[in-house]
Structure formats: structure tokens, C-alpha cells
């Protein structure tokens, strides 16, 4: 196998520095044209800054609506545990209480409908012994549109 031999030179401070084929706006970021410590200029990389620190950030001062808020949270939790604790405590109280609301409810229904029929039985026991119910009519006359109107009312 053939191996072919490269000469690597380099120039000396003497000589024009190059400008490797490339205007400096053809240059990628992070390389720069740099010159060593013999006067030879290069193309080289160079380390990139570290990005500024985050700045730190400053404490905002809290609302005073969020602080009404964080303050009334626990007195509205604290009421509604109380409604729930006095409704459990209440609960049997509440049951009886609309059990008497649908008797009364069912006495008045009852009241309703029973005390016409009451009535009536009533009247038709006491009225059939001697006397049948009363008949009143009434007849009224009148001549002409402003005459004087007699009228009469018979009992039978």
C-alpha cells in the first residue's frame, strides 16, 4: 500500500496573512480570525460568553383582594361546617316536622271536602220531618221607561 506525504506549512510573520477564501460576513458565530502568539492569524473558535444571570426576581407585594379572599376562606368553611353539623343535629327535628305538615295538609283536604257533605246530610235530616224546602218568587212590573215599578213576592 502507497501512502502519499503532505507538507504542512505554515507563514511566517513576514508574509501578507491570508484571508482563507472568505469575507468576514461569511464567518459562522463562535469563530473569529485570531493572531497566535508567533504572528501567525488563524481562524479560530472561541468560547462563548455564559448568557447573563436570570435577573433575580423582586418579591410583588400581595393584593389586598387575594388577602380578603385567604381571609375569609376559612370563616366561610368554618359556616358551612357549622350549617352541616346543625342540620345533622336538626335532621330528625325536620322529619317530624314535615310529617305534621302532610297530616295538617290531609286534615284541611279532608275538612274540605267533609264539611259540605256534613252540611248537607244535615239539612236533608232535619228538613224531611214535617216541611219540604221554601220556594220564594218575586214578580216585578213596570209601565213605560220612568213609570214606577210595583212588584211582589209570594212565600210558598
Known amino acids: ?3 502519499t506525504a503532505y507538507e504542512i506549512t ?3 510573520p513576514q508574509q501578507p ?16 480570525m485570531v493572531t497566535l502568539p508567533g504572528g501567525i492569524r ?3 473558535y472561541t468560547p ?3 448568557p447573563p444571570a436570570p435577573p433575580i426576581p423582586v418579591a410583588q407585594p400581595i393584593p389586598t383582594w387575594a388577602k380578603t379572599t385567604a381571609l375569609l376562606t376559612p ?14 343535629y336538626a335532621a330528625p327535628g325536620l322529619i317530624a316536622m314535615t310529617d305534621a305538615l302532610w ?6 283536604a279532608a275538612a274540605a271536602i267533609g264539611v259540605p257533605m256534613l252540611l248537607r246530610i244535615g239539612r ?4 224531611g220531618a214535617g216541611r219540604g224546602s221554601t220556594h220564594i218568587t218575586q214578580n216585578i212590573t213596570a209601565s213605560g221607561m220612568f213609570g214606577k215599578a210595583n212588584g211582589t213576592i209570594n212565600h210558598r
Open 17 to 32: 496573512t491570508p484571508n482563507h477564501g472568505m469575507l468576514p460576513t461569511e464567518i459562522p458565530p463562535g469563530v473569529q
Open 75 to 88: 370563616t366561610i368553611g368554618g359556616g358551612i361546617a357549622a350549617a352541616g353539623i346543625g342540620l345533622s
Open 10 to 12: 505554515t507563514l511566517t
Open 1 to 3: 500500500m502507497h501512502e
Open 103 to 108: 297530616a295538617a295538609i290531609a286534615l284541611i
Open 48 to 50: 462563548t460568553q455564559a
Open 42 to 44: 488563524t481562524l479560530a
Open 124 to 127: 236533608t235530616a232535619g228538613g
